[in-house]
Each structure stands twice: as C-alpha cells, then as structure tokens.
C-alpha cells in the first residue's frame, strides 16, 4: 500500500522560509518522479515543481528561483525547501508520486498517489 504523508505546512511570515517533507511507503522511492502542487482556495491545484528519478528539477515559473525540490532516497523522502515567500504562496501542498519509471509531470492527472496535504499560509 502506498502511502505519502506531508508535512512542515505552518504560518509564517512574507520573506519567510519553509521546508516540507513528503514521508513515502510502498514505493520503490528510487524509480518514482515525485511532484509537488498547491491549491488555493477557490483555484485549481497547480503545478509547483518536480524531481525525476535521476534527480532532474523542474519548476513553474512563480517559484522558480525561490523553491528547491530534492530527494532523498535513503530515507523515501521528497522536501520542498521554500523561500522568500510570498502570501501568493498561501496554499494547501500536495506531494504526488507517478508509477516506477515515469518521467516528471507538471499535469497532475499523470500523477498516481496523492497525499493529503500541508497548509502553508504566509502573512503580509
């Protein structure tokens, strides 16, 4: 059974930094790209950044150059270290897990496990 827990969601304040953890089982970790995504109230879950197995980062362009995606497969964990926030930021964070193999999506319909999200909320 695969199982992604989030975790490190918090109030904090603009300018701010965060780092979240996504505690996986039930996957083989190494071979699986894991994204992260937001959603805000009253919008659509979005894109935030993804890791492919190899290691290869990508990330939508409003926190390209603030957020960093990394793995660590000694652990089954993906962090997403959080930056310079902003209240744009404020948001539910999901991480995402697509089956062995599979290259990195920023759709989130490819996307095969979801956990079950941590609120980051950032005051002005």
């Known amino acids: 059974q695969v199982q992604l827990v989030e975790s490190g969601g918090r109030l904090v304040q603009a300018g701010g930094s965060l780092r979240l953890s996504c505690a996986t089982s039930?996957?083989?970790?190494?071979?699986?790209?894991m994204g992260w995504f937001r959603q805000a109230p009253e919008k659509e879950r979005e894109f935030v950044a993804a890791?492919?197995?190899?290691?290869?980062?990508y990330y939508s362009d409003s926190v390209k150059g603030r957020f960093t995606a990394s793995r660590d497969t000694a652990k089954n964990t993906l962090y997403l270290q959080m930056n310079s926030l902003t209240p744009e930021d404020t948001a539910v964070y999901y991480c995402?897990?697509?089956?062995?193999?599979?290259?990195?999506?920023?759709?989130?319909?490819?996307?095969?496990?979801w956990g079950q999200g941590t609120q980051v909320t950032v005051s002005s």
């Open positions: 995402a897990a697509r089956s062995s193999d599979a290259h990195a999506s920023s759709n989130p319909t490819l996307y095969d496990y």
């Open positions: 890791i492919n197995w190899s290691g290869g980062t």
């Open positions: 039930g996957l083989t970790f190494s071979r699986n790209a």
